[in-house]
Every structure is written in structure tokens, then in C-alpha cells.
């Protein structure tokens, strides 16, 4: 069975600071992997997805993240974070479901606090 | 371009009641499916369809209600409601093959319910 950890509950960092949020997930078959961000009080925003093809895969608001499947990890990356950057981060995978559907697995997500 | 519609955005309920919390759509979406947040535990699917007159059961089905008679609308029904359904709650949608298959989803702002 497929799972998601996402290894820090919260992080913070300086505003202009390297910022990286880790995402192990757990596999016995291809994936397809997902970071999705949540502002405060809105819904989810996909910020970039990894289905195939190259492992470093760009997305939204400057964000980045590698896949790697040795280490099965899709840790995200941004070279300098703003204060718009504050938010919760999901990582997600894919799962097949009985009946050919697919759902996705969520992280239980991580934190991102960027101070002045 | 309202994208996905959740109501309402707050609501209180005593333990035993019932109520529809409601999901639309105006992006011809055929998936749509509701998950649940709760601190420390991301997003879990509660139900999902893949279009008009079929739906399934996602992990946390158990006190959740569906149906789906046109594309656009979603609706969840809570059939009894209990203080441990207290959480936020999340309709998204997406393309065919949904969330998992590739295809972005896109979420509504969410429903906060407390059950008292």
C-alpha cells in the first residue's frame, strides 16, 4: 500500500533564506507525486506534480522539487522564500483503487512559517 | 470564473443531526470527490465519482452520504452527526482520471463543521 510522510510537522525560515521540505513516500509500483500548498482559510493549490520523464520538476510561485526513486523521496525546494510563501504544504501520491480508480494520499503536512 | 463552490463555509451542528454540505462545479469537471482535514493527518478521501450516477466509497466513507445526478453539483449528506466528524471538509474536482490519473484538482475554499 502506498503512503506519504512528510518528515517536518513545521518549519521556519528567514525571508530570502534556502528553504526545503522533505516528502518520503512508500511504493511497491510507479507513482505519480504531487506537492499541493494551502493558504491560510482557502483550499488547495496544485504547486507541481511529477508523472514521468525528467526529476526535476519546476512549478508555481518558483518552487522545485526531485524526484528520487531510489531514496522514494520528492522533497520540494525554493532558493529564496517570501513572507507569501507562509503556508501549509502537502505532498502527495497517487493509489490505485478497486475498480481502476486512482486517489490520491496526502502527507500529513508541513508548515511553512517565513519571518522578516 | 467561480471555479468550485463549497456551502457553507461555516456550520454547527448538535450531535445527532443532519445536514447536505454542497459542492458545485462550472469547469465541466467529470471527478469530483470530498476529503476531510484533520491536524496531523492531511486530506482523506471520504467519497468520489467519476461522473453522474456513479460513486464510490473513498477510506473514511462511514457516517457520509453521496449522490451525483448532474455534473455540476456534489453534495455530501451527514446522516447522524457525531462530535468525531468534527473537521474541515474539502470538495475538489478535476479532468477524467482525477487527481491521481495527473490531473490537477482544483478546491473549494472548504466547510469548518463542529459537532457539539
Known amino acids: 500500500a502506498q503512503s506519504v510522510t512528510q518528515l517536518d510537522s513545521q518549519v521556519p525560515v528567514f525571508e530570502e533564506a534556502p528553504v526545503e521540505l522533505r516528502c518520503n513516500y512508500s511504493?511497491?509500483?510507479?507513482?505519480?507525486l504531487f506537492w499541493y500548498v494551502q493558504y491560510p482559510n482557502q483550499g488547495l493549490q496544485l504547486l507541481l506534480k511529477y508523472l514521468s520523464g525528467s526529476t526535476l520538476v519546476k512549478g508555481i510561485n518558483g518552487f522545485e522539487a526531485e524526484f528520487n526513486k531510489s531514496q522514494t523521496s520528492f522533497h520540494l525546494r525554493k532558493p529564496s522564500v517570501h513572507i507569501s510563501d507562509t503556508a501549509e504544504y502537502f505532498c502527495a501520491v497517487s493509489a490505485r483503487l478497486s475498480g481502476g480508480y486512482n486517489k490520491l494520499i496526502f502527507g500529513a503536512g508541513t508548515r511553512l512559517a517565513v519571518h522578516p | 470564473n467561480a471555479g468550485v463552490t463549497q456551502t457553507p463555509k461555516f456550520q454547527v451542528l448538535k450531535t445527532g443531526q443532519s445536514m447536505t454540505l454542497q459542492c458545485a462545479q462550472d469547469?465541466?469537471?467529470?471527478?469530483m470527490s470530498w476529503y476531510r482535514q484533520d491536524p496531523g493527518m492531511g486530506l482523506r478521501l471520504i467519497h468520489y465519482s467519476v461522473g453522474a450516477g456513479i460513486t464510490d466509497q473513498g477510506e473514511v466513507p462511514n457516517g457520509y452520504n453521496v449522490s451525483r445526478s448532474t455534473t455540476e453539483d456534489f453534495p455530501l449528506r451527514l446522516l447522524s452527526a457525531a462530535p468525531s466528524q468534527t473537521s474541515v471538509y474539502f470538495c475538489a474536482s478535476s479532468l477524467p482520471g482525477g487527481p491521481a490519473g495527473g490531473s490537477e484538482a482544483f478546491f473549494g475554499q472548504g466547510t469548518r463543521l463542529t459537532v457539539v
Open positions: 469547469m465541466n469537471h467529470e471527478y
Open positions: 511504493s511497491s509500483v510507479s507513482v505519480y
